[in-house]
């Protein structure tokens, strides 16, 4: 069973940065890739970026993410990261981590349906 633990939510001044953490995803690497995914109350969750663990790491970003987030992983490739720069309100959502397999990934983006595992989610407010 795989268990996701999210970090690093919080409230923040617009144009202020943020580190969101997932982990521990050492066990991963060789079945699973990693999405960041976000919602706000009354809406479905959006997908901000994916992460393959194959070569080195991989990422890729939707359009509300691009030039502004990067998701990475520490030297231990024990912990995914979500750095978010540039917040704006509109950030401001409950942001999760998720695991799919590894076919999910490939060339695109992480669709919800394909989740297998999801964080608890962390509150990002930004004001």
């Known amino acids: 069973q795989v268990q996701l633990v999210e970090s690093g939510g919080g409230s923040v001044r617009t144009g202020g940065s943020l580190t969101l953490s997932c982990g521990p995803t050492?066990?991963?690497?060789?079945?699973?890739?990693m999405g960041w995914f976000r919602q706000t109350p009354g809406n479905q969750r959006e997908r901000l970026g994916t992460?393959?663990?194959?070569?080195?790491?991989?990422?890729r970003y939707s359009d509300p993410a691009k030039g502004r987030f990067t998701i990475s992983q520490d030297n231990a490739k024990s912990t995914v990261y979500l750095q978010m720069n540039g917040l704006k309100p509109e950030d401001t959502a409950t942001y999760y981590c998720?695991?799919?397999?590894?076919?999910?990934?490939?060339?695109?983006?992480?669709?919800?349906?394909?989740?297998?595992?999801w964080g608890q989610g962390t509150q990002v407010t930004v004001s």
């Open positions: 998720a695991a799919a397999p590894n076919r999910w990934c490939g060339g695109h983006l992480l669709p919800q349906s394909a989740v297998d595992y």
């Open positions: 050492t066990y991963m690497h060789s079945e699973y890739c």
């Open positions: 992460f393959y663990f194959g070569a080195g790491g991989h990422s």
